[in-house]
């Protein structure tokens, strides 16, 4: 497994792998001369990729404080929304929503965690599990015009996964939308609150 630190991570933009926003236009005073205009094209800024299946080996020195986001959530997610057998062994691992509901692996829903651009500069991780099926789970980045999703399969297990956000930039806030819209055995998903990643562990 694999552990890399990128200088720069925003920490608002968490969510998945999120996109750059524009960089500002930079005011040419009037000594400055003429201005080249290039006939390039100019390349949209890339998404960081992140290693498949990522998972981050998160120890309680290596974990900063719960990230203070507002979580939206419809459809049959529900607090704890997790298969009874696969409560997650680390405290760590609080405040879960998940969409295995009142009904089972049937129910189905979204959940979404937005983070402003002032907490985009540490590493976001959040602990993810899934059912034994997760052809119908999403887990998607969005910031600004650019979308990163994670790869859940071998993701039946809790495990902090890393929320790609390094190229995430400017006034762009990140969101994360989980998305359960299968309602067939072993479809469903629970997620934790979103932490800090201070260090390498």
């Not at 704890?80 to 089972?104: A, C, Q």
């Not at 959040?126 to 071998?154: A, H, K, N, Q």
Request: glycine letters at 12%; charged letters at 20%; a negative charge.
């Amino acid at each position: 497994m694999t552990l890399r630190l990128v200088s720069g991570f925003g920490l608002a933009c968490m969510v998945a792998a999120c996109g750059g926003a524009g960089q500002d236009a930079t005011e040419i005073g009037a000594d400055a001369g003429p201005a080249h205009v290039s006939d390039e094209p100019v390349d949209a800024p890339q998404v960081r990729e992140i290693p498949e299946n990522t998972v981050i080996s998160a120890t309680e020195d290596s974990l900063g404080d719960t990230l203070p986001v507002d979580v939206l959530r419809s459809g049959g997610v529900v607090d704890d929304g997790y298969f009874v057998r696969m409560k997650p062994d680390s405290e760590l691992v609080d405040g879960i929503v998940g969409s295995y509901g009142m009904n089972g692996d049937s129910d189905t829903g979204t959940i979404e965690f937005t983070f402003e651009p002032d907490v985009l500069t540490i590493p976001i991780v959040l602990p993810i599990i899934t059912g034994p099926d997760p052809s119908s789970l999403d887990v998607r980045v969005v910031c600004g015009e650019y979308t990163s999703d994670l790869d859940l399969e071998g993701n039946q297990n809790w495990a902090w996964r890393e929320i790609p956000t390094a190229s995430c930039s400017g006034d762009n806030p990140a969101t994360v939308i989980v998305e359960d819209t299968g309602s067939e055995w072993g479809q469903w998903i629970a997620v934790g609150a979103p932490r800090l990643l201070l260090e390498e562990s």
